[in-house]
């Protein structure tokens, strides 16, 4: 399957000033896969090194960062000659040597020629457990589960999944129905690339639903694997919170909806664990709707979402016909599903964060808010075609130079004060408004 990383990771082959180049992402959503495709259609040879499966490699940056070295060291465990211009150089799960990262900075500095890539899973973890990172001295690419219009090229081909990106909104109408099952298709299957390609290959649906809970359990066995003992359980208990957080009528996570008196102070490292894992996303509250947005994230009010949809519906064994089959599925999954999908398709495309308000003073809620260049965006999600939006108004009333946009299972409609776009087409919020 292609990725729509890959036109990033070409950019990042061609240009002149690159950096050695860090690949971010959870286990199993693609990175491995997706960066020796890379290294095969794009360079003449490779040297493919995986520190989780071989020790040695540690070993070579355990002696200090001379890079002549350091090659000369990975072309004898790879058994090939590493040619600048000529050869990739990827080291996967730096997480378990992450003084490969600490050498990324001698590369950047003394040996630019190289083409090196390193990928991770647990990056994050590493980065925070006193690894010295290189900022500064790499580029750096996340790779998510797959988004809509990418499980569209997936399973329809490269034209559906362009028209999806790029024609005009309204056009879209006349292939609604096509993409509206193509939806609940996703629905089901979320952005795992193991569980889409099976999908795609027309697997059965019980067997589809067998591999999310192998990769729940591969994801429960990273934790009890990697994470401190004095924080495991308490992983644990906020992984499996988040469905029923966001089932709420306000999906703002409450200590207290995981035990009894629980504090933020018992669960925060459990939280991080979590983010840096890249198991969970953490969107905060801004206290203020001001430009920029980051001058007013308020820590302290967040909702917690998890990486992908379909794992989700795994999780609380979501009856799949109900998914597949159900006309009014959306709506029948209004509190978890629908804002869980928009905010993975925001995730993808936004630049500045994503982030939500509220005002309890008027019970103003939105789901979610951008900045797009000096302009706010309000964004609230709707699971059907009920499209009264008295929250959003009454933003736009407030903030009248801001742009908010509904998404909903209506079709694509411009009014004075807002536009309406189809669920469909969610993965066009960031950035349908051009300056």
Partial sequence: MKRDLYDKLLQWKDNPHRKPLVVKGARQVGKTYLIEEFAKEEFDSCVILNCDKDPRIKDVFENGFRTDRIISDLEILGEKKIVPGKTLLFIDEVGDAPKVLGALKYFCEDAPQYHIIVAGSLLGLAIHEGVSYPVGKVDELTLFPLSFPEFVRAKHGDALSDKLRNAPLEDLSSLGTLLEESLREYYFTGGMPEVVREFVDKRDVAD???????????????????????????????????????????????????????????????????????????????SKPGIPLKFYEDFSAFKLFMLDHGLMGAMVDAPVSEILLKKNVFEEYKGTFTEQYVLEQLICTSETGVFYFDKDTSKLELDFLLQEGNTLVPVEVKAEENLKSKSLRQFKMDYPESRPIRTSMSGYRNQDWMINIPLYAASRISGIYVY
């Fill in 208 to 286: 589809l639903r067998n591999i999310q809970k192998r990769i729940l359990a591969d994801y429960a066995l990273d934790i009890s694997k990697h994470a401190e003992p004095s924080i495991l359980g308490r992983i644990h208990q906020i992984w499996n919170s988040i469905p029923q957080q966001l089932a709420k009528a306000n999906s703002k996570f409450i200590y207290g909806n995981i035990q009894k008196g629980a504090r933020a102070k018992d669960f925060e490292a459990a939280i991080e664990w979590l983010i840096d894992a890249g198991l969970i996303y953490r969107i905060s509250r801004v």
